[in-house]
């Protein structure tokens, strides 16, 4: 057992629900990018830590990432979920309803960056962020995010080391090169306190300051 393992079958318990979403999304013929388990709690905690009643996620699928934050939301707390594709989101809303949360979420279908436009239109603001969606597309999700925060809100990104190839000067894709621009911009914002966890794939962690 390496140390990982150790620390996940101690730390770490996913039950029968969040198991069975993760099969049916394979089962569908899905892409199995869901979070680990791991940043799954992880994710639920840092709601719980932060005391966050409104939490906005970008990037669905099927509601996997979902749950664990709707999870940690306190009874009034609610969950506005943004998916490019329609059948994502409606599967997403089945699991979470599956999992007795389907009153904590709504789900915004399109490109994040129009739903993103409007939610700042009518003036929306939350206390979490979760940007898991289209890598070209994270620099402009930061910016909305910082937009859209409150006070000492908390943005969670994952994927930030992308398999690896933010390190590798070799590697030149639209993605690769957003997801440095992504995090220079993480590590140097003037309104954020940050860090990038090397756990999973990246997980980059900022509260939002005054
Ligand atoms: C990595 S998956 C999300 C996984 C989910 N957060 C979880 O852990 O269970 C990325 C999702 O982003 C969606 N997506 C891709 N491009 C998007 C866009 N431009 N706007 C909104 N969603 C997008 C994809 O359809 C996909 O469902």
């Known amino acids: 057992m390496n140390p990982e393992e150790y620390v996940n079958q101690l730390f770490v318990q ?3 629900v969040l198991a069975k979403v993760r099969h049916t999304i394979v089962e569908r013929g899905m892409p199995a990018i869901f979070v680990p388990p791991e940043i799954g ?4 905690m ?9 939490v906005l996620e970008i990037g669905a699928l099927g509601g996997y990432s979902g749950i664990w934050l709707a999870r940690a939301l306190p009874s009034d707390g609610h969950l506005t979920s943004l998916e490019l594709n ?7 809303h089945d699991h979470l309803t599956q999992a007795g949360l389907g009153d904590k979420v709504h789900y915004e279908v399109g490109p994040a960056v129009e739903s993103l436009n409007r939610l700042q239109s009518q003036g929306k603001t939350f206390d979490f962020f979760f940007i898991d969606a289209d890598k070209e597309n994270y620099p402009a999700y930061l910016d909305y ?3 859209l925060a409150r006070r000492g809100a908390i943005i969670v990104a994952d ?3 992308f398999h690896g190839r933010v390190l590798d000067p070799n590697h030149d894709s639209a993605d690769a090169r957003a997801l440095r621009e992504f995090n ?13 966890l090397t756990i999973g794939d990246g997980l980059a962690v900022a509260v939002v300051n005054s």
């Open 46 to 54: 840092l709601v719980t830590m932060s005391r966050s009643r409104d």
């Open 184 to 196: 220079q911009q993480f590590a140097t914002h003037s309104r954020l306190t940050s860090t990038l």
């Open 159 to 161: 994927n930030a080391l």
């Open 86 to 92: 329609p059948d994502y989101a409606t599967l997403a």
């Open 14 to 16: 996913e039950d029968d």
């Open 41 to 44: 709690h992880f994710l639920g």
């Open 145 to 147: 995010a910082v937009s």
